[in-house]
C-alpha cells in the first residue's frame, strides 16, 4: 500500500488532475486554509473569533538546495509580518529541512535563528515538528540551541517511539516547551512502538509527565479516549488551563473543537497553507495508509 501511494504521488498527470477536480477541491477547503499566506491569515482571524488560537503551517519539506531554504525562511518571516500586523496571538510550526537540515547543520540554525529572533521580537512563539526518526537527534539539538538563545520554542514529541519518555524528561529538567502527538511515520520496530494499543497507553504516560513537569505542553490529539483522559487528569489535579493547551489540526473533529472551547481550554489549530497540499497528502497517506480512512471519516463530521 505504501508503495503505490508513492507511486502515485510521482505522476505528473494525476497530480495535475486532483488539482482541479471537484474531490480534490473539497479535500482541501476542509483541512488546508488555502494557497496563500492571505488565506491562511483570514483563518487565523476566524478562529481567533472563535477563541481558538492557531499556528500558521507553510507546507513543504525536505528542501534541495540553499535557496530553496531561504525562500521557506522568508516565506515564514513573511507570515510573522502578517500575524503582528493581524494582531493575532498566532504562532508558526516548521520543519527543519525546510530550512535546510538535509544540506548543513550551519545554514539549517541560521535560517531558523532569523526566524526566532523575530518570533521573539514581537512576543511570539516559533513550534519546531518532529519528523521521522532519522531527524530526532539533530532536531532537539536545533531546539536546545534557540531555546537557550531565545526562549521562544516549543518541541514536538513523538509518542510512539521508543525513547520518547527520556526526551520528554530531559526537555522539562530544561524548560522547554514540548508539544506531544502519536506519530505518523512510516518507523522501524527497533525505534517504534507497533501497536496502536501500546502508543496510546505510551502517549497517556507521557501526557501525565507533561502536565506535571512540563513546562506549557501542548496535548494534540483528536482522540475522543484521550482527550477525556486528559481532562479528567487536570480535574484531578486540578491543573490550571492557563499552564497548557490543546492542539488539533485545521478541519479535523470540529465537533471536539467547539467541545473544548465551550468547557473553558486553550484550543491551538494547526493551520497548513500552501500550493504542496499535493505532496504533503501523498506523503502523510504513504507514511501511513490508515490515514485515508482517517481523513474520509471527518469529511462527514462536523
Known amino acids: 500500500m505504501r508503495s ?19 474531490i480534490s477541491q473539497k479535500l ?30 507553510h507546507l513543504g519539506e525536505n528542501v534541495h538546495s540553499a535557496g530553496e531554504a531561504a ?3 522568508d ?15 498566532s504562532t508558526v510550526s516548521i520543519k527543519l529541512t525546510q530550512f535546510g537540515l538535509d544540506l548543513s547543520d550551519g545554514e539549517c540554525l541560521r ?17 519546531i515538528d518532529m519528523e521521522s526518526s532519522e531527524y530526532t537527534d539533530r532536531t532537539l539539538a536545533v531546539v536546545r540551541a534557540m531555546h537557550e538563545e531565545f526562549q521562544c520554542i516549543r518541541a514536538v514529541i513523538q509518542a510512539y517511539l521508543f525513547r520518547s519518555e527520556a526526551d520528554i524528561q530531559s ?12 506519530g505518523a511515520y512510516n518507523e522501524p520496530p527497533a525505534v ?4 496502536k494499543t501500546a502508543v496510546d497507553a505510551n ?6 509527565l507533561l502536565l506535571d513537569h512540563g513546562t506549557y505542553p501542548a496535548i494534540a490529539s483528536h482522540d475522543e479516549t484521550i482527550l477525556g483522559d486528559a481532562r479528567r487528569y487536570i480535574r484531578e489535579r486540578a491543573i490550571p488551563a492557563e499552564k497548557f493547551e490543546f492542539q488539533m489540526l485545521y478541519g479535523i473533529r470540529r465537533d471536539l473543537q467547539r467541545d473544548l472551547v465551550r468547557q473553558g481550554y486553550r484550543l491551538r489549530i494547526y493551520v497548513p497553507y500552501g500550493d504542496a497540499w499535493y505532496p504533503y497528502f501523498m506523503r502523510r497517506l504513504a507514511e501511513r495508509p490508515a490515514n485515508v480512512v482517517f481523513l474520509l471519516k471527518n469529511l462527514v463530521k462536523r
Open 71 to 73: 525562500i521557506s525562511r
Open 203 to 208: 502517549y497517556v504516560k507521557l501526557m501525565k
Open 4 to 22: 503505490i501511494f508513492l507511486y502515485l504521488s510521482q505522476q505528473r498527470s494525476l497530480r495535475r488532475w486532483m488539482e482541479q477536480s471537484p
Open 28 to 57: 482541501t477547503r476542509r483541512f488546508v486554509a488555502g494557497e496563500t499566506l492571505q488565506n491562511a491569515i483570514a483563518v487565523s482571524r476566524r478562529l481567533d473569533g472563535e477563541k481558538i488560537f492557531a499556528t500558521l503551517d
Open 75 to 89: 516565506s515564514y518571516l513573511a507570515a510573522l509580518d502578517q500575524i503582528e500586523a493581524s494582531g493575532l496571538k
Open 192 to 195: 517504534a512502538i507497533p501497536s
Open 111 to 127: 535560517n531558523v535563528r532569523a526566524l526566532v529572533a523575530r518570533a521573539k521580537e514581537m512576543g511570539s512563539r516559533v513550534e
Open 171 to 182: 526537555l522539562n529538567a530544561a524548560g522547554i516547551p514540548v508539544r506531544l502527538c502519536k
